[in-house]
């Protein structure tokens, strides 16, 4: 059996969650792929009515242990080419969601799981998280865009250290290189998760998505470049479409008002 996927809505937040077999962790195949493509469709559907989404395992263990073993079991020189550009295909998906996308990790993020954790925008972490590019363990390099990514993440130099050991290491070591961006017991963690999604939907939906493909644009764009792309962001946050007009002027009448009067 593969893992399997559930989307869950509420308070413009969607939160997909992994499911693995029964004693396994999850893991990826080409079927558990196709079954986020068509949860990725879903949301896109609904990305305009979306303020985030949170991607999360119902392992307590494992946030996902990369590649299924059983898919490795078979692969060859020839088969290993469309197996990566499938792989690159969705994590690119993910990363490209109009949509700002966290990553709750509890338990183990190795290897292909790590590279799904680091397609989504952030990484919160319970303390009994561990992270791994783990690859050249099993005689292979990463193949689904984590060799990128964890060079953003991390830097040149740190990123070829945790390749080329394969070395597995913790939530707090992970928050200090970069690889996550919070990391806290798994109550706090809840606590945390919370407040930011809160903090995010009380914001504009089209400010966040204009900002998101913004702040991805930036390592390949000059300031220049920029200065064009947030003219462009700008109108359209001030178009029909964006609320920024509303929001203005809301702001502007708070402002303005007179203090309450204060009773005797």
């Not at 130099?157 to 017991?185: M, N, P, Y």
């Amino acid at each position: 059996m593969s893992t399997h996927l559930s989307t869950a809505y509420a308070n413009t937040v969607c939160t997909v969650t992994l499911h693995p077999p029964e004693g396994k962790p999850p893991t990826l195949d080409l079927a558990v792929m196709d079954a986020f493509d068509h949860v990725l469709t879903e949301i896109d559907g609904r990305a305009s009515a979306l303020s985030a989404v949170v991607l999360q395992s119902a392992s307590p263990k494992f946030f996902c242990a990369g590649a299924n073993i059983h898919g490795l079991e078979s692969m060859n020189r020839d088969t290993v080419g469309p197996w990566v550009e499938r792989g690159h295909r969705l994590m690119n998906r993910i990363e490209a969601l109009p949509v700002p996308m966290v990553a709750r990790v509890e338990g183990y993020a190795l290897g292909g799981g790590l590279e799904l954790a680091m397609a989504c925008d952030l990484i919160f972490a319970s303390t009994h998280a561990k992270f791994g590019q783990t690859e050249t363990k099993l005689g292979l390099v990463t193949g689904w865009g984590g060799s990128y990514r964890l060079v953003q993440r991390v830097g040149l130099a740190r990123a070829k250290e945790l390749a080329f050991t394969g070395r597995i290491f913790d939530a707090e070591e992970a928050v200090r290189l970069g690889v996550a961006e919070w990391q806290g017991a798994p109550d706090a963690l809840a606590v945390h998760v919370q407040e930011f999604l809160t903090a995010v939907v009380a914001n504009s939906r089209v400010a966040n998505r204009e900002m998101k493909h913004l702040l991805a644009s930036c390592p390949h764009s000059t300031l220049a470049q920029n200065a064009v792309s947030e003219a462009a962001a700008s109108q359209r946050c001030l178009g029909k479409d964006g609320d920024a007009a509303e929001r203005l002027r809301n702001f502007l009448t708070k402002k303005k008002s007179p203090p309450p009067a204060a009773h005797p």
